[in-house]
């Protein structure tokens, strides 16, 4: 049988081996041998970067600023006229995404590119600064996310590569005494493997990502990344003055309630769970998103509204189907 340490190697050289289920390999040697670092390393990177300072060099992706309108579709926002730091900032992102979710959006080959939108305070101060309404965002190519796999991919090998230069090499899915013994007393600088993966010398910027969308198609990667269609946050952009979303969610709950004791059908209570999901986003200020779960609801959210007097509900559910 293939030693362990050996496996992990012909694994992390074949392409064709998914990188999550290579880290998950490695994260069997790694909490085998106790070697933490390293642990500590593949769990984040299974998981995500939940503080984006700890974010390695070579998940820092930078591309080119673009917005979305309504009528012309994605353009290019021109850069020169702004300070070079913010300029710089504006289009590079520390992308914290769980490797799976960066592999699960690099599945379909058409797709070429992503638009990284920014955190909302950014948003919507580029919003004011472009001369007409419009959704910011920063195009990166697909091939910058497949360098954060391949350099996931060649830390893997080289750890393994060391781990077989210390004669520590595994059996039977286990390890002896005296391969643990020489794993304890081996020095594992997971900053080093980072240094020699990344081939990036980009400095982060002060920017936080929002959603993620592929272009061409929406489509959301990363947590908590819900891509609504970008319609809805131009038609948000456009009654945002009318609806007050405190209000709002009142309404919905109020709505959601009569709708839980007449639903009779399974698309009615798919419809309630809409409606409770679309309060929820309005009571967390997500008009957007709101808008998105009220379109799902559908017409017999529109005609209970209707019928027990949730104006600002009915307004706001004809708003999310373009009425």
Known sequence: MTPLVLELQKHALDPDTVVTDLLRMAL????????????????LELKGYPDIDQVPSYRLLRGQPVAHNRFRGWETVLTYNLDAQLAENLS?????????????????????????????????????????PAIPAVQIQSTQFQGILDAVRTIVLEWSLRLEEA???????????????????????????????????LQPGEINMG????AGQVAAMGPDANAYDIEFHQIWNQVEGCINLTPLAK??????????????????????????????????GNGAKALGHLRSAGKWALDVATKIGTSLAVEAIKKSMGS
């Open 251 to 284: 309404e919905l709950s109020t709505l959601r309630l009569a709708m839980r004791e007449g639903a009779t059908e399974p698309e009615q209570d798919i419809a309630v769970s809409e409606i409770a999901r679309a309060e929820q986003a309005a009571k967390s």
């Open 92 to 132: 590079t992102f520390k992308i914290n995404y769980p490797i799976g979710q960066i592999e699960s959006g690099l599945k379909r080959p058409e797709t070429t590119a992503f638009n990284v939108t920014y955190d909302k305070k950014t948003e919507n101060m580029l919003m004011k600064a472009l001369s007409y």
């Open 211 to 214: 959603d993620v969308y592929k």
């Open 28 to 43: 069997v040697v790694a909490r085998k041998l106790s070697i933490r670092e390293f642990q500590d390393w593949v769990e």
């Open 167 to 201: 004669r520590i090499l595994g059996t039977d899915m286990a390890f002896s005494e005296s391969e643990k013994q020489a794993a304890a007393s081996f020095t594992y600088n997971i900053g080093y493997f980072i240094n020699q993966a990344s081939n990036s010398n």
